[in-house]
C-alpha cells in the first residue's frame, strides 16, 4: 500500500484537485498514458529488465506490483505507490526515474487522473520501450553556415578572421573585450611548443626578435608546419584518442612488437596534410579503399589499437563462455574506438540497455558490432611498396589459378586415390600453418594425475578409428620450466608401447616397444622414432612403468605420439585420446594436446613431414593419371615453379599489428579458418553473452536521416564491404559529429579548451558548446576546405584571439572567471613528452631519427609469461632511448612513473583530454628522477663547453632552456648559485621552473 499520508477524499473535498482530475475528458490510456509508461518507464521496467520486480509492459503484469507491492489500486490514486514514487517530496528528486529529468508536474497528473478513473487498459494492449531520445539536440541538427556577426568599430578592428568575429560577438555581449597581443618572444615558445613540441633554439629566437618582416609570424607557422617534427608532435595527441600503446594490456599485459607502424603511419600522415576524410577512411577499410598502398594496411592498427585480453583469446576457445566474453568486449572496444573518436557519440552506453539520453538502441550498437564482426587483432603481414604489392598480388593469383587447375584435375581421379590425397593435403597445410608461426604454442601435451607412488603404472591410449597398418611411431617430450625441469617433464624412465584391436588392452595385444628392463636416458624433446615391422592395430597405448620425479611426487607427460601408415600421413593427429588418469587443464595441459601436432621444436620436424608427404603425394597422383595429363601436368608444374620462384624473390614483408581476419588455429582460431565470414550477432539481453535475443546485420545509429542506418550488403560478400560501409557513413558530407568533432579537437589542443568541453561526447550527458555558431563554420570550411589539418591550424593560429596575453584583468576575472569566453589565451603546462623532449634538446642528447620500433625505457624481465617492466633499472645514459617520445613502447599495465607523474595519457582510456595535476609528486619527479638529474648534469656539460665564466653561463642557460635573457637580478642570484653550487646545480633548478613548464 502507498505510505503517502494523503488522503484522496479529503483533497477533493478542500478543493486540491489537480487541474487533469478536474477535466471533463476522461484520460484515454492509449493516447496518454501508455507514451508515458512507454518513454520514461518501459526501458527500466519491462519483462526482461524488471527492476524492482515491476513490468509495466502489460496490465496484468503492471496490477502484480513488484517489490514494494501494488504499486496502482485502480480508483485509489492516494494508495497507489507508482504516485508516490514519480511525485517530488519538498525539496528532494522524485523516487523515480532513477536516472533522467524527472516527470512533469503535468504527466504526473495525468496518470493521476487515469488511477482515479479506474486505471482502465485496453484489453490485450502491450507496451513497448520508446525511451530513446529523438535528433532534436544541437550536435545532430543538419550543419548550415552561420552568418558572420557584426561587431562595434572598436572590435572590428580586432578581427584578423572570422574566428575573431564570433568570439569578439561573445564578449561584446559581457563588456568584454580581447586581451592587447603577447610579446614576440610569448608567441614565438607558444607556437614552437603548440606545433612541433620542442623549444626554439637561441638562434631561432633570436632571429625572429630582430626580424622586421611584417610576416614574420605567418612564415614562422608556415614553417613549423612543414617540419617533421610536426607530425611527431601532433600524432600524440591522436594516439591519446585511439589509446594506442605497445603491449596487450589486460593481466599478462604482454608485447605488440608490431604495433609501431601504425605510430608512424599517423606521423606520416600528418605530415603530409593527408584530407582527414581519407584518414578515417584509411583507418577503417584502407585495405580495400586504397589497395597495394603501406598507408591502407598500417592504418588498420586504428581497429587493433586499444587493449586486448591474451588469456581470453589466446587461451579461452571461443565456444566457452569466457571467450565470448573476450570477444564481445573486444568488439566493444572496436565500436567504442570508432563512435567516441571519430563522431563523439557514446554509442557504448547501448550495449546493455537503449541509450538513456541519446538516439542509440541496442540494435543500433550490436549492428556496429557487426561491422567488426569478422575481424580479430592480430600481426598482419603487407608490403610498404606499392609496386612491390601489385607483383605479389598478380604472382599469388597466378599460383592459385594453376594449383586450383591441378586440384580440379585430381578430384577427378578415382576415389581411393582422392580420398588419400585429401588426407595428405589436409595434414600438409596443418605443418605449413606451423611452420608460418600461425599455431599457438601454448598446447603443452599430456599430464596424467600426481601420485606418491614412483611405480605405479600410468597409460595414455590413442584411438585410430580403424584398424590400421603401423609402420613408424615418433614419442615426443615435453617442455615445462616447473621446479626449472625444462627438456622431457614428465617423461616416463621405464615404458612400453602396446597395439591392439581390443580398447582395455585384454585380447590381441602386440607389444612394440619395451623400454621396461632398466632405466632410460631423458630425452629432452628430442622426438624419438621407431620404426615398426607392419603392426596391425586400432588402439595405441603408452604405459609408463616407472614414473618421473616432479617435486615431491611422481608423473607421466607428454608433448605428441605420431603414428604413421605407409602414406606418411599421421594417423593419430586428431584423433581420440584417453588415459588411465589425466590432468585436464587447458590450454596446457589436455589428452587431445597429445595429438594436435604442436610441440616444442615441431617446425623441424614439420618440414621433413612436409617433405615426405609432398613425395607421397606426388606418387598417388602420378599412378592415377593418364600420359596425356602427366605431360600437361610438368609443363604447369614448371610454371608453378616459374611463379613462385618470383613470389620468393620478393623483398620480405613487413608486419602490422591490426585488425585483421586472423587465420592462425588452436584457441584463438579467429574467422580465418572459415574464410573471414563474419560471426553472427545478437542483440545481447542485458549484454549477458548467454542471452542472444535476435539477429542483427551491419549497420550504425540512424542519427543522420539523410543516409540509411542499415547497410545493404549481401551476404556472401566480403566482410571489408561493411567497414567500407560504416567509413563512408562517417564521412559523408551530410555526418555533422564527424566535422564538428575533428574541429573541435584541434581547437583544444591551441586553446588548453575545446568548444564542447566533452570531446568524446556530444550528446545530452556532454557539454553544450560555449561557441556554437564557430564550431559551426570551423567544421563546414574544414569539411568543404578538403579536410586540411594544416589549414585549420594556420587559420586558429593566424587569428588575434590566439596571439593574446594570458594576463588576467578583474572585469574578465569577474565576468568569465573560466574564461570560456577567451578574453585572453589561457596558460598551458606542457605536457609529459614535451618536458622529456625539450630536456633532452637543451642537454644536447637528441637523437632525431624518425619512425621504427620504440625505444625501452624500461629493462624487461620474464618476457614470455607475464612480463616485468623494470623502469628503474634503466639507464638513462642509453642512447636508444634518446629519441622524441612519441616514440617510447607504451606499455598498458605499468606506466612510465616518471611519465605518468607528469599526467602522461592512460593508454587504457580513449583519452580526449589530460589531466593537469600540480602537486608534489610532480615536482619531487622533476627534481629527483635520474633522468632529470642526468640530463641537467649533460646541460652544464654543453654550456661549459661554450663558455668558461659563471656569469656567461648562466645567461646562456636562461637562453637555453627560458628563451629569454636573465634579469639583473636573476644574473646576480643564479650566478651565485653556479660558483657555490655548481653549474649542474643551477641547471636542475632551471628545469624546475614554472617558467620552463609553462608556456604563457
Same mark, same amino acid.
Given at each position: ?18 487541474? $487533469? ?22 526501458s527500466c521496467h519491462d519483462a526482461s529488465t524488471k527492476k524492482g ?259 581470453? +583469446? ?94 580440379? +584435375? ?55 578409428a580403424k584398424s590400421e597398418t603401423i609402420e613408424r611411431l615418433v ?100 584423433? $581420440? ?302 642512447l636508444k632511448t634518446h629519441r622524441r617520445s612519441i616514440y617510447r ?48 648534469? +649533460? ?62
Amino acid at each position: 500500500m502507498a505510505t503517502s499520508p494523503w488522503n484522496f477524499a479529503a483533497i477533493v473535498a478542500v478543493g486540491l484537485l489537480t487541474p $487533469s482530475l478536474m477535466a471533463a475528458e476522461p484520460v484515454d490510456f492509449t493516447r496518454d498514458v501508455a507514451p508515458i509508461f512507454e518513454r520514461r518507464c518501459i526501458s527500466c521496467h519491462d519483462a526482461s529488465t524488471k527492476k524492482g520486480s515491476l513490468d509495466l509492459t502489460s496490465y496484468a503484469s503492471a496490477l502484480a506490483g513488484g517489490d514494494s507491492g501494488a504499486v496502482i489500486e485502480p480508483g485509489k490514486p492516494a494508495e497507489s505507490y507508482l504516485l508516490d514514487s514519480i511525485r517530488a517530496a519538498a525539496n528532494a528528486k522524485p523516487e523515480m526515474p532513477k536516472s533522467g529529468l524527472p516527470l512533469t508536474a503535468k504527466e504526473v497528473a495525468t496518470i493521476e487522473t487515469w488511477i482515479a478513473e479506474g486505471a482502465k487498459w485496453p484489453e490485450g494492449k502491450t507496451l513497448v520501450d520508446k525511451s530513446l531520445a529523438d535528433l532534436a539536440w544541437w550536435s545532430l541538427e543538419p550543419m548550415k553556415r552561420p552568418a558572420i556577426p557584426d561587431l562595434a568599430p572598436a572590435q572590428t578592428k580586432l578581427v584578423r578572421n572570422p574566428i575573431d568575429a564570433f568570439l569578439l560577438a561573445k564578449l561584446q555581449e559581457q563588456g568584454l573585450t580581447y586581451n592587447p597581443e603577447a610579446d614576440r618572444r610569448t608567441l614565438l615558445r607558444r607556437l614552437f611548443f603548440d606545433l612541433v613540441g620542442l623549444p626554439p633554439s637561441p638562434e631561432e629566437v633570436e632571429a625572429f626578435l630582430k626580424s622586421e618582416d611584417p610576416q614574420a609570424y605567418e612564415k614562422l607557422v608556415d614553417d613549423l608546419l612543414s617540419r617533421p617534427a610536426y607530425g611527431e608532435r601532433w600524432a600524440r595527441h591522436w594516439l591519446d584518442i585511439v589509446h594506442y600503446a605497445d603491449t596487450h594490456g589486460y593481466d599478462k599485459d604482454q608485447l605488440r612488437p608490431n604495433a609501431w607502424p601504425y605510430r608512424d603511419y599517423v606521423i606520416r600522415s600528418l605530415n603530409s596534410d593527408k584530407p582527414y576524410r581519407q584518414f578515417l577512411e584509411e583507418q577503417l577499410a584502407g585495405d580495400v579503399l586504397y589497395p597495394g598502398t603501406a598507408d591502407g594496411i598500417e592504418a588498420l592498427g586504428f581497429i587493433s589499437a586499444g587493449p586486448w585480453d591474451f588469456v581470453g +583469446h589466446a587461451e579461452v576457445p571461443e565456444t566457452k563462455i569466457d571467450g565470448m566474453m573476450a570477444r564481445n568486449l573486444d568488439r566493444d572496444d572496436m565500436v567504442t574506438t570508432t563512435m567516441n573518436v571519430f563522431c563523439s557519440l557514446t554509442t557504448q552506453c547501448a550495449r546493455c540497455h537503449n541509450h538513456k539520453f541519446d538516439p542509440v538502441s541496442m540494435d543500433d550498437y550490436y549492428s556496429l558490432q557487426a561491422v567488426f564482426s569478422a575481424l580479430d587483432r592480430a600481426d598482419r603481414k603487407y608490403d610498404a611498396d606499392a609496386t612491390v604489392a601489385k607483383k605479389r598480388m598478380e604472382l599469388t593469383q597466378s599460383v592459385v589459378a594453376i594449383e586450383k587447375r591441378i586440384t580440379d +584435375h585430381q578430384s577427378s581421379l578415382a576415389s581411393d586415390a582422392s580420398e588419400e590425397i585429401a588426407k595428405i593435403d589436409e595434414r600438409m597445410k596443418a605443418l605449413t600453418a606451423m611452420l608460418r608461426g600461425e599455431s599457438p604454442r601454448s598446447e603443452f601435451g599430456y599430464h596424467s594425475g600426481l601420485t606418491n607412488n614412483q611405480s605405479e603404472a600410468k597409460w595414455v591410449q590413442i584411438d585410430l578409428a580403424k584398424s590400421e597398418t603401423i609402420e613408424r611411431l615418433v614419442i615426443i617430450g615435453c617442455h615445462d620450466d616447473f621446479n626449472n625441469i625444462g627438456a622431457g617433464f614428465g617423461f616416463p624412465i621405464r615404458y612400453r608401447v602396446e597395439i591392439s584391436d581390443d580398447a582395455k588392452f585384454q585380447a590381441g595385444v602386440t607389444t612394440i616397444v619395451d623400454r621396461t628392463e632398466s632405466d632410460n636416458r631423458n630425452p629432452g624433446i628430442a622426438p624419438q622414432q621407431f620404426d615398426i615391422d607392419r603392426k596391425q592395430g586400432r588402439f595405441v597405448r603408452i604405459t609408463a612403468t616407472k614414473l618421473a620425479p616432479r617435486q615431491n611426487d611422481f608423473n607421466f607427460a607428454l608433448a605428441e605420439v605420431q603414428v604413421y601408415g605407409a602414406s606418411g600421413v599421421n594417423l593419430a593427429a586428431g584423433k $581420440s585420446v584417453q588415459g588411465y588418469d589425466t590432468i585436464e587443464a587447458p590450454p596446457r595441459w589436455r589428452a587431445s594436446n597429445l595429438v594436435d601436432g604442436i610441440y616444442m621444436g615441431e617446425g623441424a620436424e614439420a618440414s621433413g613431414e612436409l617433405k615426405q608427404l609432398a613425395a607421397s603425394r606426388e606418387k598417388i597422383v602420378e599412378a592415377a593419371t593418364t600420359p596425356e595429363w602427366r605431360t600437361q601436368l610438368a609443363s604447369l608444374k614448371a610454371d608453378l615453379a616459374k611463379q613462385q620462384a618470383d613470389l620468393a624473390a620478393l623483398p620480405p614483408q613487413q608486419t602490422v599489428y591490426s585488425g585483421t581476419i586472423h587465420t592462425g588455429g588452436g584457441t584463438f582460431s579467429g574467422t580465418g579458418g572459415r574464410g573471414g565470414k563474419p560471426r553472427d550477432i545478437f542483440v545481447l539481453d542485458r549484454g549477458e553473452v548467454t542471452k542472444p535475443l535476435r539477429p542483427v546485420g551491419p549497420g550504425t545509429v540512424p542519427v543522420v536521416p539523410s543516409l540509411p542506418s542499415r547497410f545493404d550488403i549481401p551476404a556472401d560478400a566480403h566482410e571489408s564491404a561493411r567497414r567500407v560501409a560504416l567509413a563512408k557513413w562517417i564521412g559523408h558530407n551530410d555526418n555533422p559529429l564527424t566535422w564538428r568533432s575533428i574541429v573541435n579537437r584541434v581547437w583544444q589542443y591551441h586553446f588548453g579548451r575545446a568548444i564542447v568541453d566533452s570531446p568524446n561526447d556530444f550528446g545530452r550527458m556532454g557539454q553544450l558548446p560555449t561557441h556554437p555558431e564557430l564550431l559551426e563554420y570551423l567544421a563546414i570550411e574544414f569539411r568543404d576546405g578538403g579536410g586540411s589539418i594544416k589549414s585549420l591550424h594556420k587559420q586558429i593560429l593566424l587569428s588575434t584571439a590566439y596571439r593574446q596575453s594570458s594576463a588576467t584583468h578583474a572585469a574578465g576575472n569577474e565576468k568569465d572567471a573560466d574564461n570560456t569566453l577567451l578574453w585572453r589565451m589561457n596558460r598551458k603546462r606542457i605536457d609529459a613528452e614535451c618536458v622529456r623532449d625539450a630536456t633532452l634538446v637543451l642537454a644536447g642528447k637528441m637523437q632525431t631519427q624518425m619512425g621504427g620500433p620504440g625505444y625501452w625505457d624500461f629493462v624487461l624481465e620474464k618476457p614470455q609469461h607475464s612480463p616485468h617492466y623494470e623502469y628503474q633499472k634503466q639507464d638513462p645514459d642509453d642512447l636508444k632511448t634518446h629519441r622524441r617520445s612519441i616514440y617510447r613502447f607504451i606499455v598498458r599495465s605499468a606506466p612510465d612513473p616518471f611519465m605518468e607523474s607528469l599526467d602522461c595519457a592512460d593508454p587504457s582510456l580513449l583519452v580526449d583530454k589530460r589531466n593537469e595535476t600540480i602537486n608534489a609528486l610532480s615536482a619531487l619527479t622533476m627534481l629527483n628522477n635520474k633522468f632529470m638529474v642526468r640530463m641537467s648534469e +649533460h646541460l652544464a656539460e654543453r654550456i661549459a663547453k661554450e663558455h668558461a665564466q659563471p656569469e656567461a653561463q648562466t645567461r646562456r642557460l636562461y637562453q637555453l632552456a627560458l628563451a629569454r635573457e636573465p634579469s639583473a637580478g636573476e644574473l646576480a642570484a643564479v650566478t651565485a648559485h653556479v660558483k657555490q653550487h655548481g653549474l649542474a646545480s643551477s641547471c636542475r633548478m632551471m628545469l624546475n621552473l614554472s617558467e620552463f613548464v609553462f608556456v604563457d
